[in-house]
């Protein structure tokens, strides 16, 4: 089980609330898992990661943009491509429903993104957010 800590705290609260509910929603589906339940749990992990790609990746967009985020080109990228990768996780699930190892492709899709995206490209924005925050404090 994972669990919010400095390795993936950016020090936005908006991103670390999100952080933080990303994690609980990896959490029940391993729980699932865990307990024979991972294919009935698959739609709830699907329908949470479209919300997420939807409403939390935009808001960030939102202040990469105004904050002018030096990076937003390859930050930017990565969102889109896991809105690509979920897109065609979707799109299977759609066609076959969840097989046995579809839990775990959900799984390691979300481990993914909070060890690769989470954990280093949005620490990057926190501490380029925080500095231009203070230095609009001091200005």
Known sequence: MASFGEEFCCGIAFMDNGTKKFISELNKLSHAMKTGEGRQH????????????EKHLKDEEKVMIKYRFHDIENHAVQHDELRTELSKVIGEYAKRGADHAFPLLIQRLM?????????KSDKILGDYFIAMVNKSKTS
């Open 42 to 53: 698959v739609v709830f992990a699907l329908d949470y990661l479209a919300e997420y790609t």
């Open 111 to 119: 481990a993914d993104w909070l060890s690769r995206h989470i954990s």
